[in-house]
């Protein structure tokens, strides 16, 4: 294992990256924060690139759900996972989220990076436990988010 802490913000400088780099230290470190964890939470990573956030959850004692579309970003991931030894604790799947067919709910939902955003909510709002959350963090898929929760969805958006 690369992490000995429980607290998160794992350094960057810790994980493999592909193409796209990883989600900050600091974000990770806020977002895990927001998600107001209890324990034990189930929680999907939409567009899970690295698989840092991923990691972050399932250190705290989450079982996840990672999906990611892009074959690079899928294998910088599995080999983040396994190097935190973490094959146990994190389901990694490949494949275009409007199309992945998921066999859980879910306390939370995280969407770090995404496209099809709308069409992705279409497939994991009914998977979302009563009084789940949902975490954007890119200002893009923050305001997206909003815009499209607000259109269908019964969600308090803040």
Do not use: Q
Request: hydrophobic share 35%.
């Amino acid at each position: 294992m690369k992490w000995a802490y429980k607290s998160p913000g794992i350094p960057d400088n810790i994980f493999s990256r592909s193409k796209a780099g990883l989600t900050r230290e600091e974000i990770r470190a806020i977002t895990v924060s927001k998600a107001r964890l209890k324990g034990g939470e189930r929680i999907l990573d939409v567009g899970t690139g690295s698989g840092s956030v991923s990691i972050e959850f399932a250190l705290l004692g989450c079982d996840v759900t990672a999906v990611e579309k892009d074959n690079d970003h899928f294998e910088t991931a599995r080999r983040n996972i396994a190097d935190f030894d973490l094959n146990d604790k994190i389901e990694l799947i490949s494949g275009e989220m409007e199309d992945v067919k998921l066999s859980h709910n879910f306390d939370l939902i995280f969407f770090g990076g995404t496209d099809n955003l709308d069409k992705s909510l279409d497939n994991v709002y009914k998977h979302l436990k009563l009084g789940g959350r949902i975490i954007a963090v890119r200002l893009e898929a923050v305001v997206e988010s909003m815009n499209v929760l607000k259109k269908g969805y019964h969600s308090e958006c803040s």
